[in-house]
């Protein structure tokens, strides 16, 4: 492996790109620099490229252009074999015909690590994720979250500088999925070791990443902490994907101390930030910072809204709002459920602070 | 998280919907639990029996049952006499030290033809199958490759005379057109070695298929983990698709072992008269006419080629491996 550079530690992505025949563009001019240690969930929808930059990572594709470097050695054309990372399959592709102990074992019998060792770092790694009374069993005999574990110790075994996971709580149901977030989150943290996690489910990002990394349309649309995704999409895709959020577009006709002005068909609306008067203008805002009452509809920053349906989602209700015939979301605390409920079907206002909208890139 | 608290759970919810429909009820679950399937008269579903247990009983049943009666009744100058049973037939048999050699000699040229067929089909099975990367040449190739089955089984057979013939295409190239030989080679047709070559020729294709298939629907992923894990081309070979495939191998197997077994036409036109297997010998018999001699040589083939299939099941634990 050749050493390019000596000083960025950690997974760097270079001006990557992979077009595949037919000029299909799967991943273009992806950058991105992830430290060593560091939980990195690629989160977007289905076909938005996410998976085909992991193949690209973990080696089982190779970029049409740009670089990919660990800890400053080059892997362009470095088989999945040498690089210091491993995949775990979506589905986790298990040896179906060798025990859980042979599975885990496999690749330090790659190696040629000798048959008492290699035994002896496979049980360790099966104790870790708790399977040490499934040891003999055979993958199909073991539950979907189970067999989850049994890819995990695999690929533990052979010390990886990063993992690479594809769609990994995919197979399993709701509360599992729950239960192996805390789980692998907690593992990753154990062991230091760099996690790259492919999802197309955004609470799953949100709940396990220290930085997400939105993909759509082949491109990094947006790479963020948790927080920052939540609370600022950069653009419409993200703030529409990341959910909750309600998008204003309108025309810029000026600004207001701190504020963009923007005209938008459904009233005006402030927004911090600077734009130039005349030219499109967009901003986002969260259910959860829109305030819904039965005051006068404000001039600015408030728009008059029919309550179609109010969904009580435990901790917080979800308000299903129609503004001029388009979709518009609120979320109010729980204890409000009662009050609200009686205004199904009529007009109320929703109207949020300035500072709580952010202008959304163009 | 444990496994166990979460079977304990659901066992306790199965434990509570059953008491919950034993209230709903008013009396036992159990009858809730028999009628969850769709509804269906006996009638219909024997319908839908019927037809596969009347071809098994008259095609298979039928006949097995017959030929052991058959074995076991008296020989008469023109037939049989149903009302006399008698092992006289199986003693003849056994008496006669023809017979057990060529049992012995059918054997070892089905194991040796099943293992010749592994030995060349493996790789064609395994390159149709993961060496072709589209589809369509895929199935093109393996239309191809079934073209034999396209001529008659005869026809087939008779078309290594002209091959292997005293003055057949090998022979003449030999002698005439290299001349490393003065004389003809005699052995090449009428011989154990052509009669195998033919087997062969014959059969490959019942090995190709099976292995074709389990080769073709074998998971990628598992292929890509080992790349993953450090392993060589050599190694993905013999730590996963190898083990993966020998279902299909298997297959393979059995159907080779037990056409071979029962091989008849291919000894008798590439042997000449001269070679035996446990089916010629039967025919023999059923021409002089000795019909429960005959029937006693089926059954023992019928129950010699039924060993082997267990014996080819139980070391290999078909169903473990996928």
């Known amino acids: 492996m ?67 470097t660990i800890d400053g050695e080059m892997m362009n054309g470095v088989s999945p074999a040498e690089r210091p990372i491993t995949t775990v399959f979506q589905h986790y592709a298990l040896f179906p015909h060798k025990s859980v102990l042979q599975n885990v074992a496999f690749g330090l019998k790659m190696q040629g690590v000798d048959k008492a060792e290699r035994e002896a770092q496979a049980k360790a790694a099966i104790d870790l994720v708790g399977l040490t009374k499934m040891m003999d069993r055979k993958p199909r005999e073991l539950s979907g979250g189970q067999q989850q574990r049994v890819a995990l110790a695999r690929v533990l075994v052979t010390r990886p500088k990063a993992i690479l996971l594809d769609e990994p709580l995919g197979d399993l149901d709701r509360l599992l999925q729950m239960k192996m977030r805390v789980e692998l989150r907690a593992l990753q943290r154990e062991l230091g070791i760099t996690f790259i996690h492919v999802t197309h489910n955004q609470e799953e990002a949100l709940s396990m990443a220290d930085r997400i990394v939105v993909m759509g349309d082949a491109v990094i649309q947006q790479v963020g902490t948790p927080e920052e995704l939540a609370r600022h999409p950069r653009n419409e895709f993200v703030a529409k994907f990341m959910g909750d959020n309600n998008v204003f577009h309108g025309t810029i006709s000026g600004t207001n101390g701190g504020n963009v002005v923007i005209d938008t068909p459904h009233g005006t609306v402030e927004v911090p930030g600077t734009g130039t008067a005349g030219q499109p203008g967009s901003m986002a805002i969260r259910a959860s910072a829109v305030k ?25 209700v979800k308000l299903h709002l129609d503004l001029d015939g388009q979709p518009f979301m609120a979320k109010v605390h729980e204890e409000r459920y009662t009050e609200i409920r009686a205004f199904e079907g009529r007009d109320v206002t929703a109207s949020w602070a300035a500072e709580d909208g952010h202008l959304l890139e163009q | ?80 006499d149903p009302f006399v049973f008698t092992t006289e037939g199986y003693t003849k048999l056994f008496q006669t030290p023809v017979y057990l050699d060529t049992l012995k000699d059918t054997i070892i040229r089905a194991l040796l033809v099943t293992a010749l067929c592994i030995l060349i089909g493996y790789p064609i099975a395994y390159f149709l199958a993961r060496g072709v990367s589209s589809i369509r040449y895929q199935i093109a190739l393996f239309v191809f490759v079934l073209a034999p089955f396209w001529v008659a089984y005869v026809v087939r057979i008779v078309a290594w005379l002209p091959v292997l013939g005293r003055q057949g295409v090998i022979n003449y190239f030999l002698v005439e057109v290299i001349g490393v030989r003065a004389e003809p080679i005699d052995a090449l047709l009428y011989s154990n070695f052509a009669i195998i070559l033919a087997l062969v020729q014959l059969y490959v294709l019942f090995m190709v298929t099976p292995i074709f298939f389990q080769l073709a629907t074998l998971d990628n992923a598992a292929i890509e983990a080992a790349r993953d894990l450090g392993a060589t081309p050599a190694k993905v070979f013999r730590e996963v698709v190898l083990p993966l495939s020998l279902p299909g191998v298997l297959i393979g197997c059995i159907f080779v072992f037990v056409l071979v077994m029962g091989e008849f036409a ?12 446990v089916g010629t010998l039967v025919y023999d018999y059923y021409k002089l006419p000795d019909l429960p001699t005959a029937a006693a040589g089926a059954t023992i083939l019928v129950a010699v080629m039924t060993i082997g299939v267990a014996v080819l099941l139980r070391f290999s634990k078909i169903r473990e491996v996928v």
């Open chain 1, 2 to 68: 050749t050493r390019v550079s000596d000083e960025q530690t950690g997974l760097v992505l270079k001006d990557v790109y992979r077009v595949f025949p037919g000029d299909v563009t799967a991943v273009s001019d992806v950058n991105l620099h992830v430290q060593n240690g560091e939980y990195i969930v690629f989160l977007g929808p289905s076909g938005c490229g996410k998976t085909t930059t992991l193949r690209l990572i973990g080696g089982h594709d190779d970029p049409s252009s740009g670089t990919i």
């Open chain 1, 292 to 316: 819904v009452s039965t005051d006068a509809t404000p001039a600015v920053n408030g728009v008059t809204v029919r309550l179609d349906f109010a969904e009580y989602l435990g901790d917080s």
């Open chain 2, 1 to 80: 998280m444990s496994n166990e608290d979460a079977k304990h759970t659901a066992l306790e919810e199965a434990k509570r919907a059953v008491e919950e429909a034993e209230a709903l009820t008013g009396g036992s679950a159990v009858a809730v639990h028999a009628t969850t399937g769709p509804r269906r008269s006996p009638l219909v579903t024997l319908a839908w029996v019927a037809p596969g247990t009347i071809w098994l009983l008259l095609f298979l049943i039928a006949p097995l049952v017959m030929i052991v009666l058959v074995s076991l009744w008296q020989k008469t100058p023109v037939g049989f």
């Open chain 2, 266 to 277: 291919t000894v008798r036109l590439i042997g000449g008269g001269t070679i035996q297997s």
